[in-house]
């Protein structure tokens, strides 16, 4: 990841409607969703709802699949990561410890799920 990219994905997300059509495609995680999908689910026209999938995608923040009839969008958890590593790569100037609490924030999101005992 390097400036440019992350400008990119910030402008990307820098719409109302792009960042919450990027949040749903997050929670729906892997599966995704077909572009209809997301368009109803955030009550946008679906030819504007095409307009802003591909501004996300051409910022690398989501993938597109063709699946028969349907376009399955999926956020590009692997970009989001790139820009968050970015963002704190230097954190704090060599001080872990006054990154912690934003650390600590992360954790408790993306903490994986226990499995289930059989």
């Known amino acids: 990841m390097d400036t440019t990219s992350t400008v990119n994905a910030f402008a990307a997300l820098a719409q109302t409607t792009r960042l919450d059509a990027f949040r749903l495609l997050v929670t729906h995680e892997p599966d995704g969703l077909p572009a209809g999908e997301i368009a109803r689910l955030l009550g946008v026209p679906h030819n504007t709802m095409s307009t802003h999938l591909a501004t996300l995608q051409r910022a690398d923040l989501i993938t597109a699949e063709r ?9 590009s958890l692997d970009s989001l990561r790139d820009v ?10 060599g001080h ?18 226990e499995k289930a005992h059989a």
Do not use: E, G, H, M
């Open 96 to 113: 872990p410890d006054l990154c912690a609490p934003l650390i600590a924030d992360l954790v408790p999101c993306c903490t994986p799920k």
């Open 67 to 75: 699946q028969s009839r349907s376009i399955i969008y999926r956020a």
């Open 84 to 93: 968050v590593v970015f963002l704190l790569k230097d954190c704090c100037s």
